[in-house]
């Protein structure tokens, strides 16, 4: 795995060690996924969220006003970077953006920072640089080890046979594999490269709107592919930061300009989830590159027997 690709670790906010490193590359594509990604961590540290965040993506898109051959750039950002006042239907791209909380306030600004670089220096005809915004639902999938997130924390506990505290059990989440995002993204790639009427413009990427789940569901879910789970529900007995009840995406603008829809179920994204971490926990010696592969093969082959099939 070392041997298939080449990887450089840095701080996205070391803007001339960015600067360089895309010098060197010459990249024809670059997905931005960097991110200080948790909601609660950025309540401990605010600045680091809002700098990591926002300033990073100002810094990558600077450096890649470096570049003098095409390039396209596609820019994750979340689906909290919407003013999220809990409303039943989807948020489509044209809703109002912004934040309660650090988190979702440092991707609102970096939403503004794209559209700013977009509109200030990647605007003209003859633009070597096309980009792509993306803001996508809750992922789940294997290779998560993040702090403080559902799936990670509940299989780390079951695999040790303990009782797992759920602070929210009764958020409802867009929950989705994170193979479905990352095809979403692919997509918007493929199409930017080959149609500049796509740049600047911002895509959707979650599950359809009928697989929002609160997450005591999504732990009856896991429940079915793991033996003997405990959960507690600790959301009386603990003082609570804000975070989102009900979020929910509208994906129509992806279907309708880039023929993209989801590929899983909830209970095909559960059951895939979790039959990673078993093999993970039952097997902590082996490398999972090839399960992983397997995954995704799976997936790709589920696709095709919905004959979903991208037109980029």
């Not at 298939?4 to 490193?21: G, V």
């Not at 396209?72 to 489509?92: L, Q």
């Not at 509208?250 to 979790?274: G, I, Y």
Request: one cysteine or more.
């Amino acid at each position: 795995m070392k041997d298939s690709i080449q990887h450089i670790e840095a701080d996205i906010r070391d803007d001339k060690k960015l600067k360089s490193t895309m010098c060197d590359f010459q990249p024809e594509f670059v997905f931005h996924l960097a991110a200080q990604a948790l909601v609660r961590s950025s309540y401990e540290n605010p600045l680091e969220t809002i700098t990591t965040n926002a300033i990073g993506s100002a810094n990558l898109l600077d450096a890649l006003r470096s570049l003098d051959k095409p390039v396209v750039a596609i820019m994750i950002t979340s689906d909290k970077a919407y003013d999220n006042v809990e409303w039943v239907w989807g948020y489509r791209e044209t809703d109002r953006l912004g934040g309660k909380d650090p988190y979702s306030a440092s991707k609102g600004m970096a939403e503004l920072v794209i559209r700013t670089y977009v509109e200030s220096f990647f605007n003209s005809a003859d633009s070597n640089v096309r980009v792509g915004i993306t803001r996508a639902g809750n992922v789940i999938g294997g290779g998560d080890w993040a702090v403080d997130r559902i799936v990670p924390d509940c299989m780390q506990a079951w695999s040790l046979s303990q009782t797992v505290d759920i602070r929210s059990p009764q958020a409802t989440r867009p929950w989705q594999h994170v193979l479905e995002p990352l095809s979403g993204y692919l997509t918007l790639g493929s199409a930017l490269a080959k149609n500049n009427q796509f740049h600047g413009e911002a895509y959707n990427f979650g599950p359809s709107s009928d697989q929002n789940y609160p997450v005591s569901e999504l732990i009856d879910e896991m429940a079915r592919y793991w033996d003997h789970i405990r959960w507690n529900d600790v959301s009386q007995s603990q003082e609570h930061l804000h975070e989102a009840g009900l979020l929910k995406l509208n994906c129509d603008k992806a279907l309708f300009d880039l023929h993209w829809r989801p590929t899983l179920q909830f209970s095909e994204t559960v059951k895939m989830t979790v039959e990673w971490y078993k093999r993970y926990y039952q097997n902590s010696n082996q490398s999972m590159y090839d399960f992983t592969v397997s995954q995704i093969d799976e997936y790709t082959e589920l696709a095709k027997v919905q004959d979903i099939s991208w037109s980029y």
